[in-house]
T-cell receptor, first 112, second 119 residues
């Protein structure tokens, strides 16, 4: 069965700084990959997804993610973080015909 | 456009009491439906999913159950709540696209969640 690892439980960045959230998966073939964001007390919102094609995926709110098959990674990036980006971020993996598997999440704090 | 509703938004229940959380989806037909629980520090745990009316798959054995009485309605229930049932419950839906060339995708869209506190 596939698994998803988000090695950073909590990250703090300064407003305006760049951001990279890590996600690694274990799965034999190329999975479908997702990033979701959850603001406090809210549901999850889809940021972006990768199914095939260009390995650099653009999402909403200025986020992007790059699929690297050789590293089994799908890291989320943003060049300049805004205070409103403070939230919890979840990476998820989909194997064909099975439900999504989520990582445990990375909480992002943004300081002035 | 599609929307997903959950209620109640918050709920405080005593141990041993019953539970019923409701989730409905608008703007789509025959969606896949999911219940997740989110406990502090444990990420999202898939509890149940359903691919059609009356079809429920359980991912984790526990004292919770799910039902799908209508196409776009998904209910999470318990006869007797435990302290460990406290958490944030999320409903999600997806349109599983038909498989061209043997592939399928499963983009899930989430509701606003229900915060359950069992005392």
């Amino acid at each position: 069965a596939q698994s998803v690892t988000q090695p950073d439980i909590h990250i703090t960045v300064s407003e305006g700084a760049s951001l990279e959230l890590r996600c690694n998966y274990s799965y034999g073939a190329t999975p479908y990959l997702f990033w979701y964001v959850q603001s406090p007390g809210q549901g999850l919102q889809l940021l972006l997804k990768y199914f095939s094609g260009d390995t650099l995926v653009q999402g909403i709110k200025g986020f992007e993610a790059e699929f690297k098959r050789s590293q089994s990674s799908f890291n989320l990036r943003k060049p300049s973080v805004h205070w409103s980006d403070a939230a919890e971020y979840f990476c998820a993996v989909d194997e064909e015909d099975t439900p999504l598997v989520f990582g445990k999440g990375t909480r992002l704090s943004v300081i002035a | 456009s599609q929307t997903i509703h959950q209620w109640p938004a918050t709920l405080v229940q005593p141990v041993g009491s019953p539970l019923s959380l409701e989730c409905t989806v608008e703007g789509t037909s025959n969606p896949n439906l999911y219940w997740y629980r989110q406990a502090a520090g444990r990420g999202l745990q898939l509890l149940f999913y359903s691919v059609g009316i009356g079809q429920i798959s359980s991912e984790v054995p526990q004292n919770l159950s799910a039902s799908r009485p209508q196409d776009r309605q998904f209910i999470l229930s318990s006869k007797k709540l435990l302290l460990s049932d406290s958490g944030f419950y999320l409903c999600a839906w997806s349109d599983l696209l038909p498989p061209p060339a043997g592939t399928s995708t499963d983009t899930q869209y989430f509701g606003p969640g229900t915060r359950l506190t069992v005392l």
